[in-house]
């Protein structure tokens, strides 16, 4: 990676040396020191041990990054203060390292006393590790301890802060421990005259002949024992380091890039907590910590596109980003101008995500009426940020604007999309719906994934209550408006959780966990599963349901559930098998397939029954305008696709039939060789513009007489389509004027025809 280069390492004996003149500083962003004196006591035993302890990173400082990250000294450290790097990985190994060798007078963290760290020599020179090493809170026999060195070298303690002096104080300590023993040794009989049981003399020289195996022990481990670190250079970014931050895992915690930036904004007197917990009362939805991140990434893709780590840093008031322009040269903007400019963007993220919640949660919309029941978390900044530019910006069609954030939608649930590289993926999206948003042609490749792919999932397979298609098709329960088996009324729908048709316990005897597949699942409460299922086969309850209630209405109710009539007959069958249940799997997988494509890919709702009948008047007229169009272009050329149609359209449709042919294996390049079937891949503007066409008007101008009118209408029509196939509803006036553009349609056609016959 530029500017990272790769590990180097530092022998023991230097790193104590660099800790000492305070070298080391901690960022404000990081997490306070949070070990326990096990985790210490640990970490030294590995390095006696010569057990690699992992890779530090370090950032190598200057003025201005000590001050953007409120650096601070190491936890204990209580002399001058000289820094060069930031630690960016390693806070707790380096302060560890220094609590156990300079004996802090600082209270251990979450204890009410400083903690000593000691090693037993005996047991160490013996490699008996497990026993060599141990730690007690400062009593006063450990404080007498620490200042006396004899009580030590008659103990053959060894208190870890001697390391603190590096290899000559741990070789004055050792020269005293040798003379100690040396001494006793000298003058045995006057030493030992009184005592009860002695040392031998043999075991008094083992002591001396230990302290010579000791220093050279020692002296191995500050020489040769290297702790390997990365240094990234001071010249990066703060927003690259920012990136790198945030994808360092330590000890399992993923670091937080809320917390760093709630460091450096704090000089720029903005709250960046104070803020998320004005906020998260509206937000309550899914996981807190990852939501106070999601208001930062809408604010960065509304802004900026992206919205990874370094580039959240662009947020921060004043930072300067480097752009390339399109002409190849560069230029420096900054994002935020000041603490005003930030808080509005942070409050336009934090409305955006609100009503990103309610649209989820809507059982209209998208049928995630409780969080568990979200298929991705992760596609909330997306979600926000995309609808929030959609009511910012002055599209004329929203309508179908709205009906294009929905199939992106689902077909990111479906594949799967955002279980990985969230971040990228977010600003991809981002930037294709804008595309597609002014070019109907510009559809993203995933929409042509889903739509070629989603008949086979095997939902089967789909028995995890977490995976997001086992939660997308919930949601389309939900959609459907599956009703309660009890009442036959929709739900209370905070109630509702996901139960078995076919019981679990049955299931566990007859068929293992394919019992639990999302086939086999409905939404309905636990009360109703209680008083309606009870653990009974559906040959037991839904035969009583049937006998209880209006059939006709049983059978609605449970169509509502995408349970079937065919369904319903192979679940009452008795005895019920094993091969009875895969039947009603397969069946049931079947309706759940043609709901997501009534529902979700074409949005098919019953209409009510006046804008039925206009739908069916629409569908009419458009037939009858690419009729008109291919009989008066019929004039023997071989290609009339080539020879009549304008060059911008014949690309937009061949864009239409090769993504058809993706989505339609069946389908060949044959198939779309006649002009009237290209045709059916015009929209309706595109049929005013190869008629209006100067070169061809000629031929059209008979019927429809005045381009300008023409255009109106053709606008009209095209109004009330769009309100009626994606909004379901549409205002007066639009449709108004639908109808009177359909009624000159209809009869401007229709005098046509007369006159040809």
């Not at 014949?650 to 989505?663: A, P, S, Y």
Request: glycine share 4%; net charge negative.
């Amino acid at each position: 990676m530029k500017n990272v280069q790769k590990p180097e390492k530092i022998h023991l004996d230097k790193l104590i040396d660099e800790i000492r003149k305070g070298k080391f500083v901690i960022p404000d962003f990081q997490r306070d020191f949070e070990w326990g004196p096990w985790d210490v006591r640990d970490l030294i035993k590995s390095i006696f041990m010569d057990y690699y302890i992992g890779t530090l990173l370090l950032w190598e400082g200057n003025k201005q990054n000590f001050d953007v990250l409120s650096c601070k000294p190491i936890y204990g450290f209580t002399g001058k203060n000289n820094p060069d790097y930031i630690v960016l990985d390693g806070q707790q190994r380096l302060t560890a390292i220094h609590y156990a060798f300079f004996q802090p007078e600082k209270k251990f963290p979450y204890r009410k006393s400083p903690y000593l760290f000691f090693l037993k020599i005996n047991e160490l020179l013996e490699e008996n590790y497990e026993e060599a090493f141990f730690y007690y809170n400062k009593t006063k026999y450990y404080s007498r301890l620490i200042e006396n060195r004899e009580m030590q070298f008659e103990s053959h303690i060894f208190p870890l802060g001697v390391m603190q002096g590096g290899s000559w104080e741990i070789g004055d300590w050792i020269k005293e421990y040798r003379d100690f023993w040396q001494n006793k040794l000298e003058h045995y009989e006057n030493e030992y005259a009184k005592t009860e049981e002695p040392p031998s003399k043999e075991q008094v020289q083992i002591y001396i002949d230990n302290a010579k195996e000791l220093k050279d022990l020692m002296d191995d481990l500050l020489k040769s024992y290297n702790i390997s670190y990365i240094e990234l250079d001071s010249d990066i970014e703060v927003g690259k380091v920012c990136d790198i931050f945030t994808h360092i895992n330590s000890k399992g915690i993923r670091l937080d890039i809320f917390d760093l930036l709630n460091a450096i904004l704090r000089p720029k007197e903005i709250k960046l907590k104070e803020l998320w917990e004005k906020a998260s009362a509206k937000l309550d939805f899914t996981d807190s910590k990852k939501m106070k991140v999601h208001v930062l990434q809408v604010m960065s893709i509304l802004s900026q596109s992206y919205c990874s780590a370094k580039y959240l840093y662009y947020l921060v008031p004043d930072a300067i980003k480097t752009i390339k322009k399109e002409d190849g040269s560069k230029e420096q903007i900054v994002l935020v101008g000041d603490k005003q400019e930030f808080t509005n963007k942070w409050h336009e993220a934090v409305s955006a995500i609100e009503r990103t919640i309610k649209v989820l949660k809507n059982p209209r919309d998208f049928g995630a009426i409780k969080p568990e029941f979200v298929p991705y978390p992760s596609i909330i900044p997306a979600l926000s940020a995309i609808k929030k530019y959609v009511e910012n910006s002055n599209l004329s069609n929203k309508v179908d604007v709205n009906g294009k954030i929905r199939q992106w939608y689902w077909a990111s649930v479906f594949l799967n999309r955002y279980s990985s590289s969230v971040e990228s993926t977010s600003a991809k999206d981002f930037m294709d719906l804008k595309k597609w948003f002014d070019d109907d042609d510009k559809e993203p490749d995933l929409i042509v994934e889903f739509l070629s792919s989603y008949k086979s999932i095997d939902l089967q397979r789909e028995n995890q209550k977490g995976s997001a298609i086992y939660k997308a098709i919930f949601n389309l329960f939900i959609l459907n408006e599956a009703r309660d088996w009890e009442t036959f009324d929709l739900p209370e729908y905070e109630a509702l959780d996901d139960h078995h048709i076919v019981p679990h316990s049955w299931g566990k005897e007859h068929i293992g966990n394919d019992i639990n597949s999302i086939l086999n699942r409905t939404a309905i409460s636990a009360d109703t599963n209680r008083k309606v299922i009870h653990s009974q086969l559906p040959n037991v309850y839904l035969k009583r349901m049937l006998e209880n209630n209006s059939e006709e209405k049983v059978y609605k109710v449970l169509e509502s559930h995408l349970v079937s009539r065919k369904a319903v007959e192979i679940l009452l069958r008795d005895p019920f098998t094993k091969e009875d249940y895969y039947e009603f799997i397969k069946e049931r997988k079947n309706s759940i397939i043609q709901a997501v494509e009534d529902i979700i890919i074409n949005e098919k709702v019953d209409l009510p029954v006046n804008l039925q009948e206009l739908n069916d008047r629409i569908e009419k007229v458009e037939f009858s305008i690419r009729k008109q169009i291919a009989k008066e272009l019929q004039n023997g050329k071989d290609d009339i696709f080539k020879t009549f149609i304008p060059s911008h359209i014949q690309q937009k449709v061949n864009d239409r039939i090769t993504r058809e042919l993706k989505k339609n294996p069946s389908l060949s390049e044959e198939d779309f060789e006649d002009f009237s079937r290209k045709l059916e891949y015009f929209d309706l503007q595109e049929y005013f513009q190869t008629i209006s066409n100067k070169t061809i008007w000629s031929k059209f101008k008979g019927t429809f007489q005045n381009k300008e009118n023409l255009s109106i209408k053709f606008n009209q029509l095209s109004n009330l389509r769009n309100a009626i196939r994606h909004s379901r509803s549409a205002d007066n006036v639009t449709k108004m004027e639908g109808e009177a553009a359909i009624l000159w349609f209809e009869s401007i056609l229709k005098k046509n025809a007369q006159q040809l016959t």
